[in-house]
């Protein structure tokens, strides 16, 4: 099993920056697929970005490619996702996810995950 915990949310302003981080505490990040999530008040959650395992190849969401990247560190056992450019559209609440035994077709769908953070709140205003 693996717990995680998210900090890093916040208030921003439209074209500034945040990095969020996801520290995971049992097994170790690398042996997970690690992925954020965000979910908006009356929206769906809507996959952001992915890291695979081992490898470490990264996938993200249309709407966040070229402005949002994740990242793991293995060593402080954490994921990241740092998130320029934001925009009042990624406002939402963001929550880590993981699972060991995801595939590459699963990664985008939530319900495929079987360990989630607790979510931190991300506000950017306009």
């Known amino acids: 099993q693996v717990q995680l915990v998210e900090s890093g949310g916040g208030l921003v302003q439209a074209g500034g920056s945040l990095r969020l981080s996801c520290a995971a505490s049992?097994?170790?990040?690398?042996?997970?697929?690690m992925a954020w999530f965000r979910q908006a008040p009356g929206m769906e959650r809507q996959f952001v970005a992915a890291?695979?395992?081992?490898?470490?190849?990264?996938i993200y969401a249309n709407s966040v490619k070229g402005r949002f990247t994740i990242s793991r560190d293995n060593a402080k056992n954490t994921v990241y996702l740092q998130m320029n450019s934001l925009k009042p559209e990624d406002t939402a609440v963001y929550y880590c996810?993981?699972?060991?035994?995801?595939?590459?077709?699963?990664?985008?769908?939530?319900?495929?995950?079987?360990?989630w953070g607790q979510g931190t709140q991300v506000t950017v205003s306009s």
């Open positions: 890291i695979t395992r081992s490898s470490g190849g990264t």
């Open positions: 996810a993981a699972d060991d035994s995801i595939n590459l077709i699963q990664l985008f769908q939530g319900s495929k995950y079987d360990y």
């Open positions: 049992g097994r170790t990040v690398r042996t997970y697929v």
